[in-house]
């Protein structure tokens, strides 16, 4: 199956819901065996603003539980996003139980990327959802 970012990066930097600079990210599609217990994408986050941006966290939801990142990187965070600059972020998601990533993405999730600037904290949204692999 076929995981991949269904909004479009333009969606994405405008995607932040609370004050604080546009910062924008893609996530690379990724080939998922059935029965697989994990979700590991490429991540990449756009600073295109003046001024530097930390991101704090990053969280996947998924219709059946909310999951905290587990790449070890995470251990790093906050990751300092210097000004017009793009950095590619740890993200490992397990899942629990009984959960494998067909049932995990039978909806959409949503991969939320949580920062903070000067100018307030902020949070992106990206929609993730899996497919037939192509």
């Known amino acids: 199956m076929t995981v991949r970012q269904i909004n479009s990066v333009v969606e994405a930097e405008n995607a932040v819901v609370t004050k604080g600079p546009k910062i924008s990210i893609?996530?690379?599609?990724?080939?998922?065996?059935?029965?697989?217990r994990?979700?590991?994408?490429?991540v990449t986050a756009t600073n295109p603003s003046d001024i530097p941006v930390k991101?704090?966290?990053?969280?996947?939801?998924?219709?059946?539980?909310?999951?905290?990142?587990?790449?070890i990187e995470a251990r790093n965070?906050?990751?300092v996003l210097?000004?017009?600059?793009s950095v590619a972020l740890g993200v490992d998601f397990r899942f629990s139980d009984g959960v494998d990533v067909a049932k995990a993405f039978r909806n959409p999730g949503e991969l939320r990327i949580y920062?903070?600037?000067?100018?307030?904290?902020?949070?992106?949204?990206?929609?993730?959802?899996?497919?037939?692999?192509?």
Do not use: C, M
């Open 26 to 36: 893609s996530v690379k599609t990724t080939q998922q065996l059935i029965g697989e």
């Open 38 to 42: 994990w979700y590991s994408p490429r």
């Open 55 to 71: 991101v704090t966290g990053v969280e996947l939801i998924t219709g059946r539980q909310t999951l905290k990142n587990e790449d």
């Open 77 to 79: 965070y906050p990751i």
């Open 82 to 85: 210097g000004p017009r600059s």
């Open 115 to 134: 920062f903070t600037s000067q100018e307030g904290d902020g949070v992106v949204r990206i929609t993730v959802a899996g497919g037939h692999a192509n």
